[in-house]
């Protein structure tokens, strides 16, 4: 497990509220945390240098650039080395198409969530990217008709 400072009550507020709107001004920020500006500004730095924070990412519709069509393809590997998985995931980082990617345990070993344009650029890409691969034994394609994230923060410290 990894070693991560220890989180009160005000980190996961600030946390949380940066979850739901990670542009919120400092000033708000502080104020709706019930700190002083200062002390927010402080606590998000710490937060950031300590690897709690990891990025701070934008949210873009999918119809705006091209993205017709979701799914989370299903990949059974032919077999389990460090070698076949780390190529597979170099091969996945180098694909536009796909938005994420999931390592699991089960009768899968990945899903992999693309987007793409229709549903020919879906044939196409599931060709190229996943049954021409030697380490990939089998696949299965979900589509995704609604994709809702989930902003709330659960704070699984608390006993």
Avoid: C, W
């Avoid at 700190?35 to 710490?46: F, G, K």
């Avoid at 993205?67 to 080395?81: D, E, K």
């Amino acid at each position: 497990m990894l070693d991560f400072m220890e989180l009160d009550r005000i980190d996961f507020e600030l946390l949380r509220l940066l979850r739901k709107n990670a542009r919120m001004a400092n000033k708000d920020l502080a104020e709706s945390a019930g700190i002083a500006p200062s002390t927010a500004l402080e606590r998000v730095r710490r937060l950031r240098e300590e690897n709690v924070l990891k990025g701070f990412h934008a949210e873009v519709a999918a119809e705006a650039v091209g993205i017709g069509l979701q799914a989370l393809v299903a990949v059974r590997m032919t077999r389990h080395s460090r070698k076949l998985l780390d190529s597979f995931h170099a091969h996945l980082r180098t694909l536009p198409e796909v938005l994420a990617f999931y390592h699991v345990a089960g009768a899968e070993d990945f899903l992999v969530h693309v987007g793409v344009r229709d549903s020919q650029h879906m044939r196409d890409f599931t060709l190229t990217a996943f049954t021409e691969r030697p380490e990939v034994a089998h696949i299965q394609t979900h589509l995704i008709f609604e994709f809702q994230r989930n902003t709330e923060l659960a704070n699984l410290l608390q006993r």
